[in-house]
């Protein structure tokens, strides 16, 4: 064979070098036309593996709480008042989609996570039960590629059998692809999720077996390569606040929790190598999660849910980051840090739920898969706007038209369903009737002793036919029905809108009281499980809770200056029997039927002493109906609630009564003459109207406008007086809670609202700190269906405003 020379290789080398410059040509120009790939991804993706460096947009949103439809904000424009529609699953579905391309543009990998309450009770979720249906909430979410859900409470509102049911709705040609996870549940109990459980617990998506219910997964992102664990928890109150049955949770308390999540974490971390931690939860407050990351090792970014709270990035226009008319407040900065063990600053974020936002934060990673950077231009809660004449007439500019899809498979049937339940008459009524969050969980509401007469009402229609007495001396019978079974689907007040007289319709029922309760007897319930149940009762007090009572067949007095365990003062029949007396049960008093519903009666919301009483008997009659059937039928209110029955009056009829020790007597001193006043002339009368307000009162000491129970102290007996145009006043006086009611008024010029400050406290203004001083101007387009809630915040003098 003849040797070749160098100059005879020459033209092999040319040749090879042209071929090699054209392949690499092909490669850029094949990656120049990936889909989002640009040389981000490629210095990102290559050189370091799936654990090592790169940039993750993860995305985020929690308590969904079946409001698929879009919601409205009152929008005050200076010359009138605009109902803006926000929210709405279908314009959130578009806006992911949008996050999620922009991500990939840049060469992002992304992660989706759904922080927990998928669906809520409701007049929704009832149009979704029928059999005919699916469930909307599914349909919905399973058009968004989530890569988590994280079980949260409401999950298990219709027992482990619906939730069952809406996994396998997820099902696409025959297959569930989203996990759902939580590292504290163990579903072995419940045998109708064995083909859908995890055998080792850690899921791998993508998912192809169709095992979807785990404690962790690890997600591997398609486009980048990159590798991510994301861990999940639940709260551990769940027995006590939905209905897991035979779903167990495997911990008691914030420690515990912490424990499970870091063996996970650990489980992720050694035995698959991966190093980019994700915790995503559902714990109800995201004070539990900084304060469950303050207690484990090795979580690169957190997700918090449960407790919809409102976080900003002070960097972005707030016309970029808040929805106009927003009415929550901003609770923190997004993302929070909190340091965990080792000194390393983990970032921490979530939103307010119904689909009005998408939370979205950017990261860095290096080499060893540790975050070296939030990228804080991009890394704020997104507003979900849908295209409307409304937001045209506003001049936003970040609009989005609705997925076309979810249009077709969820609004447009879900209205049809809503506008049949919404035209069904159930009566009419003469007074505004309140279901909100504060009055029905922490004193006296008309709606809730109207909901407990109606459990009576059943009582006294089905007795004789379930073989039980009737009422009477020799058989006690009472009700009561907690506050966390009075929902605000429907606002916080009924008719919706605020205008008596109106309807209230079958919808409007359903959303108040939209879960699978069904109104139960328990019999022999004695004087000792009586003084139980009230303590209970009244243990959040002066905050709300759900376990707070709404009765009806007796008063019941508090005192909530004494300890937890010894704050009720009496229980007396509506017949004068006296049960509780100065703290005591009395000697002789009678046992005594309870009437309530099955969450309750089953021990929910911590009633053991109901829960460990076996003789009952479940009517075949859910709570909604008997409230329903109350208001329609003669014999109960025949149609129509009359502004003048004393049962159903603004704040009740004094069923529920709260008392404070009485002060140490002062000297009385030697009346002095004094010079008679000049007459002033008579003040005008306030005008009238059906305005309302509400005003809260309390020591913020944490300085964040945020009311928490237990760290915030309300301050009772203070003068709040509303001011108008006029020059006429109301003036009234906070209850032991803080709270103080005005209605019956005009809000159409605006009013003035100010409290007198206790001695001692200052008022915090705005210049120390986000919030309100001793005054506070209420403009009319602040009024809300003619309703506003505001806080006076205080601090004692001489401490200093601050987080």
Same mark, same amino acid.
């Given at each position: 064979?003849?040797?070749?020379?160098?100059?005879?290789?020459?033209?092999?080398?040319?040749?090879?070098?042209?071929?090699?410059?054209?392949?690499?040509?092909?490669?850029?120009?094949?990656?120049?036309?990936?889909?989002?790939?640009?040389?981000?991804?490629?210095?990102?993706?290559?050189?370091?593996?799936?654990?090592?460096?790169?940039?993750?947009?993860?995305?985020?949103?929690?308590?969904?709480?079946?409001?698929?439809?879009?919601?409205?904000?009152?929008?005050?424009?200076?010359?009138?008042?605009?109902?803006?529609?926000?929210?709405?699953?279908?314009?959130?579905?578009?806006?992911?989609?949008?996050?999620?391309?922009?991500?990939?543009?840049?060469?992002?990998?992304?992660?989706?996570?759904?922080?927990?309450?998928?669906?809520?009770?409701?007049?929704?979720?009832?149009?979704?039960?029928?059999?005919?249906?699916?469930?909307?909430?599914?349909?919905?979410?399973?058009?968004?590629?989530?890569?988590?859900?994280?079980?949260?409470?409401?999950?298990?509102?219709?027992?482990?059998?619906?939730?069952?049911?809406?996994?396998?709705?997820?099902?696409?040609?025959?297959?569930?692809?989203?996990?759902?996870?939580?590292?504290?549940?163990?579903?072995?109990?419940?045998?109708?999720?064995?083909?859908?459980?995890?055998?080792?617990?850690?899921?791998? =998506?993508?998912?192809?077996?169709?095992? =979807?219910?785990?404690?962790?997964?690890?997600?591997?992102?398609?486009?980048?390569?990159?590798?991510?664990?994301?861990?999940?928890?639940?709260?551990?109150?769940?027995?006590?606040?939905?209905?897991? $049955?035979?779903?167990?949770?495997?911990?008691?308390?914030?420690?515990?929790?912490?424990?499970?999540?870091?063996?996970?974490?650990?489980?992720?971390?050694?035995?698959?190598?991966?190093?980019?931690?994700?915790?995503?939860?559902?714990?109800?407050?995201?004070?539990?999660?900084?304060?469950?990351?303050?207690?484990?090792?090795?979580?690169?970014?957190?997700?918090?849910?449960?407790?919809?709270?409102?976080?900003?990035?002070?960097?972005?226009?707030?016309?970029?980051?808040?929805?106009?008319?927003?009415?929550?407040?901003?609770?923190?900065?997004?993302?929070?840090?909190?340091?965990?063990?080792?000194?390393?600053?983990?970032?921490?974020?979530?939103?307010?739920?119904?689909?009005?936002?998408?939370?979205?934060?950017?990261?860095?990673?290096?080499?060893?898969?540790?975050?070296?950077?939030?990228?804080?231009?991009?890394?704020?809660?997104?507003?979900?706007?849908?295209?409307?004449?409304?937001?045209?007439?506003?001049?936003?500019?970040?609009?989005?038209?609705?997925?076309?899809?979810?249009?077709?498979?969820?609004?447009?049937?879900?209205?049809?369903?809503?506008?049949?339940?919404?035209?069904?008459?159930?009566?009419?009524?003469?007074?505004?009737?309140?279901?909100?969050?504060?009055?029905?969980?922490?004193?006296?509401?008309?709606?809730?002793?109207?909901?407990?007469?109606?459990?009576?009402?059943?009582?006294?229609?089905?007795?004789?036919?379930?073989?039980?007495?009737?009422?009477?001396?020799?058989?006690?019978?009472?009700?009561?029905?907690?506050?966390?079974?009075?929902?605000?689907?429907?606002?916080?007040?009924?008719?919706?809108?605020?205008?008596?007289?109106?309807?209230?319709?079958?919808?409007?029922?359903?959303?108040?009281?939209?879960?699978?309760?069904?109104?139960?007897?328990?019999?022999?319930?004695?004087?000792?499980?009586?003084?139980?149940?009230?303590?209970?009762?009244?243990?959040?007090?002066?905050?709300?809770?759900?376990?707070?009572?709404?009765?009806?067949?007796?008063?019941?007095?508090?005192?909530?200056? $004494?300890?937890?365990?010894?704050?009720?003062?009496?229980?007396?029949?509506?017949?004068?029997?006296?049960?509780?007396?100065?703290?005591?049960?009395?000697?002789?008093?009678?046992?005594?039927?309870?009437?309530?519903?099955?969450?309750?009666?089953?021990?929910?919301?911590?009633?053991?002493?109901?829960?460990?009483?076996?003789?009952?008997?479940?009517?075949?009659?859910?709570?909604?109906?008997?409230? $329903?059937?109350?208001?329609?039928?003669?014999?109960?209110?025949?149609?129509?609630?009359?502004?003048?029955?004393?049962?159903?009056?603004?704040?009740?009829?004094? $069923?529920?009564?709260?008392?404070?020790?009485?002060?140490?007597?002062?000297?009385?001193?030697?009346?002095?003459?004094?010079?008679?006043?000049?007459?002033?002339?008579?003040?005008?009368?306030?005008?009238?109207?059906?305005?309302?307000?509400?005003?809260?009162?309390?020591?913020?000491?944490?300085?964040?406008?945020?009311?928490?129970?237990? =760290?915030?102290?309300?301050?009772?007996?203070?003068?709040?007086?509303?001011?108008?145009?006029?020059?006429?006043?109301?003036?009234?006086?906070?209850?032991?809670?803080?709270?103080?009611?005005?209605?019956?008024?005009?809000?159409?010029?605006?009013?003035?609202?100010?409290?007198?400050?206790?001695?001692?406290?200052?008022?915090?203004?705005?210049?120390?700190?986000?919030?309100?001083?001793?005054?506070?101007?209420?403009?009319?387009?602040?009024?809300?269906?003619?309703?506003?809630?505001?806080?006076?915040?205080?601090?004692?003098?001489?401490?200093?405003?601050?987080?």
């Amino acid at each position: 064979m003849r040797q070749r020379t160098a100059n005879s290789r020459v033209p092999i080398l040319r040749f090879a070098l042209v071929v090699g410059l054209l392949v690499l040509a092909l490669l850029a120009i094949s990656l120049a036309n990936l889909p989002y790939s640009n040389l981000d991804w490629v210095a990102y993706s290559q050189p370091y593996g799936p654990d090592g460096a790169g940039v993750l947009t993860l995305l985020h949103n929690n308590d969904g709480e079946s409001s698929l439809l879009p919601l409205t904000n009152s929008v005050a424009t200076g010359t009138e008042t605009i109902s803006l529609p926000v929210g709405g699953v279908a314009a959130f579905k578009t806006l992911t989609d949008q996050n999620i391309a922009e991500a990939r543009a840049a060469g992002h990998a992304v992660i989706d996570v759904y922080a927990g309450d998928a669906f809520l009770a409701s007049a929704t979720l009832v149009c979704g039960q029928d059999p005919a249906q699916p469930i909307y909430d599914a349909v919905a979410q399973r058009q968004i590629p989530y890569d988590a859900h994280i079980l949260g409470n409401h999950e298990f509102d219709y027992f482990p059998d619906f939730l069952e049911e809406f996994i396998r709705a997820f099902s696409t040609d025959g297959l569930v692809t989203q996990p759902f996870l939580s590292a504290n549940l163990d579903f072995s109990g419940e045998p109708g999720f064995a083909d859908l459980i995890d055998a080792d617990g850690v899921i791998n =998506v993508p998912i192809t077996d169709g095992r =979807v219910i785990g404690h962790s997964a690890i997600v591997t992102d398609t486009v980048t390569g990159q590798r991510f664990g994301i861990v999940s928890a639940t709260t551990w109150t769940l027995p006590t606040i939905s209905s897991p $049955r035979n779903v167990r949770v495997t911990t008691s308390d914030l420690e515990t929790t912490a424990a499970a999540v870091q063996a996970e974490i650990d489980r992720l971390y050694d035995d698959y190598g991966v190093r980019k931690i994700i915790f995503v939860s559902h714990l109800q407050d995201i004070d539990n999660d900084q304060a469950l990351i303050g207690m484990v090792r090795k979580v690169d970014v957190a997700v918090a849910g449960g407790g919809s709270e409102l976080l900003e990035n002070p960097a972005i226009p707030d016309d970029m980051e808040l929805l106009p008319g927003e009415r929550a407040p901003v609770q923190g900065t997004y993302p929070l840090t909190v340091t965990d063990p080792d000194g390393r600053s983990v970032p921490i974020v979530t939103t307010t739920g119904n689909y009005k936002y998408l939370g979205r934060l950017d990261v860095e990673f290096d080499d060893a898969g540790e975050v070296t950077r939030v990228i804080t231009e991009t890394s704020y809660p997104r507003r979900v706007i849908p295209d409307s004449p409304e937001a045209d007439a506003l001049g936003l500019t970040d609009t989005v038209t609705p997925d076309s899809d979810i249009v077709t498979t969820v609004n447009e049937p879900l209205e049809a369903c809503l506008e049949s339940l919404a035209t069904t008459k159930v009566a009419t009524t003469e007074v505004l009737l309140d279901v909100s969050r504060a009055g029905v969980r922490s004193t006296e509401s008309n709606a809730g002793n109207m909901i407990a007469d109606s459990f009576i009402f059943a009582y006294d229609r089905f007795a004789a036919d379930l073989g039980l007495p009737p009422r009477g001396a020799d058989n006690p019978v009472i009700a009561v029905t907690n506050g966390g079974g009075i929902r605000q689907n429907a606002g916080d007040v009924l008719p919706v809108g605020g205008v008596v007289p109106g309807d209230i319709t079958r919808k409007n029922t359903l959303d108040v009281l939209p879960f699978p309760n069904f109104v139960t007897v328990i019999n022999n319930v004695t004087p000792d499980d009586l003084k139980t149940v009230f303590e209970r009762s009244a243990e959040s007090l002066p905050g709300s809770g759900g376990q707070f009572l709404q009765v009806s067949g007796l008063t019941v007095t508090y005192n909530v200056s $004494r300890s937890v365990g010894s704050r009720v003062v009496s229980v007396v029949l509506s017949d004068g029997t006296p049960i509780i007396q100065d703290g005591a049960v009395v000697e002789g008093a009678p046992n005594v039927r309870v009437v309530t519903n099955s969450f309750v009666a089953r021990g929910g919301d911590g009633y053991e002493s109901f829960g460990n009483n076996p003789d009952q008997l479940q009517l075949g009659l859910s709570y909604e109906q008997a409230w $329903r059937e109350y208001m329609e039928l003669e014999g109960g209110l025949g149609g129509l609630i009359r502004a003048d029955d004393p049962r159903y009056q603004p704040g009740g009829e004094g $069923r529920i009564v709260f008392v404070r020790e009485a002060p140490t007597p002062t000297p009385t001193p030697t009346p002095t003459a004094t010079p008679q006043p000049t007459a002033t002339p008579t003040p005008p009368p306030p005008p009238a109207g059906t305005g309302s307000l509400t005003a809260r009162v309390y020591i913020d000491h944490r300085c964040d406008s945020f009311f928490q129970h237990g =760290v915030d102290i309300p301050i009772g007996n203070v003068s709040v007086t509303l001011t108008f145009p006029n020059g006429a006043t109301i003036t009234r006086q906070t209850r032991p809670f803080g709270l103080v009611n005005f209605s019956g008024f005009d809000p159409s010029g605006g009013v003035t609202v100010s409290a007198e400050l206790p001695r001692g406290y200052k008022g915090i203004s705005l210049d120390s700190c986000p919030g309100s001083s001793a005054s506070i101007d209420v403009s009319p387009g602040e009024f809300q269906f003619r309703y506003k809630f505001v806080q006076f915040r205080l601090m004692p003098l001489g401490e200093e405003a601050g987080p």
